[in-house]
């Protein structure tokens, strides 16, 4: 099976502007989940998604937001961008997304805000 | 409440000899636990998991760790270093009865393995 792809890799924008990250998890997975990376935080939970709706969500204002589809695929958008935004923003997918079950996680979409 | 704290932010050896990385956890539910290894602008690989059978977990690349309930620790062992193995770990926890499958993130240790 393929793995859990984002698109793009790399983005570079300005503060003020709006961004969105795509995720596509692997085939029969429902579940996807987002998190953002950074040195100074770690790795922070944003949210997470099954069958087109948002289950849990983390401690993040509303400028990030999400949406899935019916084929699974997700994607996030930050808008009003901060430099504080700059971050490694990591998808991940699972069969179900219950407790206790290990996530896949993609390769991430590097976003530096100038 | 989960959380997972790891107890080396870096740890340096030698090719050829052991590695540890160290991890404590905290649950307030029957846990499941996982090792991630990320190497430089890569996602997270999953290492190995523990779900509630044996206590001791064999992963991938030689790398296992034992599940120790009444130290709350989940250490991260391999007999043998080897150059390939630089990179950061991360210590997980999730909630095996929960309908929500989040994952808790330990900061990472990062590996440096000198030749």
């Known amino acids: 099976k393929a793995g859990v792809t984002q698109t793009p890799r790399y983005l570079i924008k300005t503060r003020g502007q709006q961004v969105t990250l795509s995720c596509s998890p692997i085939?029969?997975?429902?579940?996807v989940s987002w998190y953002q990376q950074t040195p100074g935080q770690g790795l922070q939970f944003l949210f997470e998604?099954?069958?087109?709706?948002?289950?849990n969500k983390g401690n993040f204002p509303g400028r990030f937001s999400g949406r899935q589809f019916s084929n699974s695929r997700s994607e996030m958008n930050v808008s009003t961008l901060e430099l504080g935004d700059s971050a490694l923003y990591l998808c991940?997918?699972?069969?179900?997304?219950?407790?206790?079950?290990?996530?896949?996680f993609g390769p991430g979409t590097r976003l530096t805000v100038t | 409440a989960q959380s997972v704290t790891q107890l080396d932010s870096h740890v340096s050896v030698s090719e050829g000899t052991p590695v540890l990385l160290r991890c404590n956890y905290s649950?307030?539910?029957?846990?499941?636990l996982f090792w991630y290894v990320q190497h430089p602008n890569k996602g997270l690989q999953l290492l190995l998991k523990?779900?509630?059978?044996?206590?001791l977990v064999k992963g991938i690349n030689g790398f296992e760790a034992e599940f120790k309930k009444s130290e709350t620790s989940f250490h991260l062992t391999k007999p043998s270093a080897h150059m390939s193995d630089a990179a950061e770990y991360f210590c997980?926890?999730?909630?095996?009865?929960?309908?929500?499958?989040?994952?808790?993130f330990g900061r990472g240790t990062q590996l440096t393995v000198w030749p």
């Open positions: 085939s029969g997975h429902r579940s």
């Open positions: 649950s307030s539910y029957s846990p499941s």
């Open positions: 998604y099954f069958s087109e709706t948002q289950r």
């Open positions: 997980v926890v999730s909630d095996r009865g929960s309908t929500l499958g989040r994952l808790y």
């Open positions: 991940a997918s699972s069969p179900t997304g219950t407790g206790g079950h290990e996530q896949y």
């Open positions: 523990y779900t509630s059978a044996a206590t």
